[in-house]
């Protein structure tokens, strides 16, 4: 029986979550700035969330470390995101998050037990355990063999594109490129790929502090719908291992120790879910800012030793997860505030990104850019676990656009989905020039 839809604590109402947003006022205004009525048109205006980083900019400058009226600390400058993301005192409380921001009876929602025993909400030692497991077969090596497979699912899924001279590029190649990479890597057969996509989209909707009750019904659905598809796909390899990442996580041993089925779900659920959206949204970002700025463009084309700058530089200046969650388990001091024990904290990564204290001139999008140390696959001991792999696909298919492709063009204005953690296009439509 599907539990009754809880109301969630944050901003769901779209007319007044955090108080009457007035208009925000330009950098270097006199007008007094509100940071709650920035953070109300990051979050819910269609304006803030199609270009986010105005906002961040404000921000930083007036309220760093900000205690906001959603009882929320929201930190946005580099040094302090990157303190958030590393300290020890800060991790990941899932029963108290999810009885202040969903109620006591969060545990009904399949789509929240999910999160709270992924491994993403994990501290040490469990933390430590689960992660040392994962790092036991998902290796730099497994990730370098698959460069020959990567390349070849590159070829194949753009040529239709290539043909027809343009098309919808995101959801066309970008989509599924991304998800037949992960799928080949867990041993997902890639005819039964495209059915987790929107399963997995209405549970990242979680993610989102606007997350409505509706949403949570549909994320519920989702979260059943894969968890069960794994479940399944889990007994046909135990059943008959195969040469592929499933396989190794079940018959991984460290130290005597093993997966449970449990775990093997939620590491399946993980990888599909995180190692394709964000790699989606970060080659459709990386087609739109390099269409945007043809100088650019033209540095990489002709200097292809630029392609791994270029795409760090793509990360860094548009990231596909915007803000990611903490919770203080000890008080937690921050330039000269002290956020205390037991609350959450949003480090906005984007933000980080562009803070001019450690990215000179940030917002210019440069290809060439050095000492890139951008946060957006975050740091610390939850740093992202697949992020050789997106940083590997990343760079195959710019090499491949440049070399098939003499010039690329956005033929429609391109519109930002309506969520915020998890930044993405609708769609990127393109005409294709053949070299």
């Known amino acids: 029986m599907t539990a009754p839809p809880v109301q969630p604590v944050g901003p769901v109402d779209p007319v007044d979550p955090v108080g009457p947003a007035e208009p925000f006022a330009p950098v270097g205004s006199a007008v007094p700035v509100d940071p709650d009525g ?41 040094d302090d995101v990157n303190e958030v993301l590393r300290n020890q005192r800060v991790g990941r409380d ?11 009876e969060w545990s009904e929602h399949a789509a929240l037990r999910r999160m709270a025993s992924s491994m993403l909400w994990a501290n040490p030692p469990e933390h430590t355990r689960l992660r040392r497991m994962v790092n036991h077969v ?12 990567i390349e070849e ?43 987790l996509r929107g399963p997995m989209r209405a549970f990242q909707r979680t993610f989102e502090l ?43 041993e460290e130290e005597g120790d093993r997966l449970t089925a449990p775990e093997l779900m939620n590491f399946c659920n993980m990888i599909i879910g995180a190692g394709f959206e964000t790699a989606t949204n970060m080659i459709s970002h990386m087609v739109l800012h390099l269409v945007g700025h043809p100088d ?9 030793e630029l392609v791994p700058t270029a795409v760090d530089e793509v990360l860094r200046y548009d990231p596909p997860i915007q803000l990611t969650l ?45 000492d890139n140390a951008h946060l957006s696959f975050g740091a610390g001991i939850h740093h ?43 769609s990127l439509h393109v005409s294709l020039t053949n070299a």
Request: some cysteine.
């Open 384 to 426: 992202c676990l697949g992020w050789s792999l997106a940083k590997l696909e990343g760079d195959i298919v710019l090499d491949v656009l440049l070399d098939r492709f003499s010039d690329i063009a956005i033929t429609q204005e391109p519109v930002y989905r309506p969520i915020v953690t998890m930044r993405g296009l609708e």
């Open 138 to 149: 998902f290796t730099p090596r497994r990730v370098a063999s698959m460069k020959q497979s």
């Open 296 to 304: 650019e463009l033209r540095r990489v084309r002709e200097d292809r």
């Open 153 to 195: 699912l590159v070829h194949r899924i753009l040529e239709p594109l290539a043909e027809a001279g343009g098309g919808d590029l995101l959801n066309d190649f970008a989509f599924p490129l991304p998800l037949a990479v992960v799928a080949t890597l867990l041993g997902v057969p890639l005819e039964e790929a495209p059915a």
């Open 38 to 78: 920035l953070l109300a048109d990051l979050l819910l205006t269609p304006e803030g969330r199609a270009d986010p980083y105005p906002l961040y900019r404000q921000l930083r400058e007036t309220a760093p470390i900000h205690e906001s009226a959603m009882g929320l600390w929201v930190v946005s400058r580099y």
């Open 210 to 252: 606007g997350l409505t009750a509706d949403e949570l019904v549909e994320a519920d659905e989702g979260a059943e719908f894969s968890d069960d598809y794994f479940t399944d796909l889990i007994a046909k390899r135990r059943a008959g291992m195969t040469d592929d990442l499933l396989s190794a996580l079940i018959a991984a």
């Open 94 to 104: 899932a029963q108290t998050f999810m009885n202040g921001r969903f109620g006591g």
């Open 326 to 370: 903490r919770m203080t388990l000890q008080p937690l001091e921050l330039r000269d505030v002290v956020i205390p024990a037991g609350q959450t904290v949003i480090p906005l990564l984007a933000s980080a990104n562009r803070d001019p204290e450690r990215f000179p001139d940030p917002d210019r999008f440069d290809v060439g850019r050095q």
